[in-house]
């Protein structure tokens, strides 16, 4: 059995994981305001829970891997930096053995997810997958014959902070203006969409303030003009960075995931469309785009293979 935390920018997510299956799971939120020692702490009270769940003690866990926002050095166990919380250089794989005794592995939350989804999920008997996952941001990661592919200085993956839009102010965590995950994540969806709410979506949210990702395709399916709108939009802003990464990598399979990933194909085949418009010379799309399988626990069960896999070049 293994241990896999998947670190997000509202929850930390930790998971039992047998024969590459979930079998428990606790969560608690993070924030901003929760600063790295804090989390630390929510990792290791979650992480007893669930072994206390199953009766079991760290003699009966092979290690614990932990997928972490931004940028990390997996061999040394570090965040480097993150945009989403206040992590900069830290040491969370010492900090974690200082209450665990446990082999810690730490590497990007999105190249986890891809290394889940590449192992059992959708990308599985695949050469080579990227993963984008869409949340709070837009992750991802990359995988080459079941390996992640971490780049000569561990920081390779980071499809959110392409840039396509060089003429935009629109900050983005990490500091540049004009970032895909500024347009292409579940909060820019929903941002898009409050900034022209419809009543209908108001209506299906129970309120302004409550409108999300799935209140836009909830009210497009009831013919909602205002929401087709927002998702045309969006699925033009979507379809762009991932035509960057086919041109650039050329996967032989892109996976979706995060939560709006399961839309499936309301997502999936606007999006091939409008990549297939795009693609060099009027070439037929070869990379299938696909959504994902593994859902919510594709973080999870990608951090619990890091450490006895150790799939990272």
Request: aromatic letters at 6%.
């Amino acid at each position: 059995m293994y241990i896999g935390v998947d670190l997000g920018g509202t929850s930390v997510k930790v998971g039992l994981v047998d024969n590459n299956k979930l079998v428990e799971m606790r969560t608690s939120e993070t924030g901003r305001d929760k600063s790295p020692h804090d989390l630390v702490a929510d990792i290791v009270r979650l992480s007893k829970e669930v072994m206390d769940e199953y009766n079991i003690d760290e003699g009966y866990v092979g290690s614990i891997g932990i997928g972490c926002p931004g940028l990390v050095h997996p061999k040394q166990g570090i965040i480097i930096k993150t945009s989403n919380f206040d992590f900069e250089n830290f040491h969370i794989k010492n900090e974690i053995k200082k209450s665990l005794d446990l082999d810690v592995y730490v590497e990007n939350d999105a190249n986890v997810a891809a290394l889940g989804e590449a192992t059992v999920g959708a990308a599985k008997g695949k050469s080579s997958a990227v993963v984008v996952t869409i949340g709070t941001g837009v992750g991802g990661g990359i995988v080459i014959d079941g390996k992640i592919f971490s780049g000569a200085f561990a920081g390779a993956g980071e499809v959110g902070h392409q840039i396509i839009k060089f003429d935009d102010h629109m900050t983005c965590g990490c500091g540049r203006a004009g970032c895909w995950e500024q347009y292409a994540s579940a909060t820019a969806l929903i941002n898009q969409a409050k900034a022209v709410a419809s009543h209908k979506m108001i209506e299906i949210a129970g309120g302004y303030d409550n409108i999300e990702a799935k209140t836009v395709f909830d009210a497009a399916d009831q013919g909602d003009e205002v929401a087709w709108q927002v998702l045309n939009k969006y699925f033009d802003y979507l379809a762009i960075g991932l035509t960057n990464l086919i041109n650039i990598i050329q996967p032989e399979v892109i996976v979706l995931g995060g939560g709006i990933s399961a839309q499936k194909d309301k997502l999936v085949a606007p999006v091939v469309e409008r990549v297939q418009a795009q693609m060099y010379g009027g070439l037929k799309l070869e990379t299938s785009i696909v959504a994902a399988t593994l859902g919510n626990s594709a973080g999870i069960i990608g951090a619990a293979l890091v450490g006895p896999s150790k799939k990272s070049i």
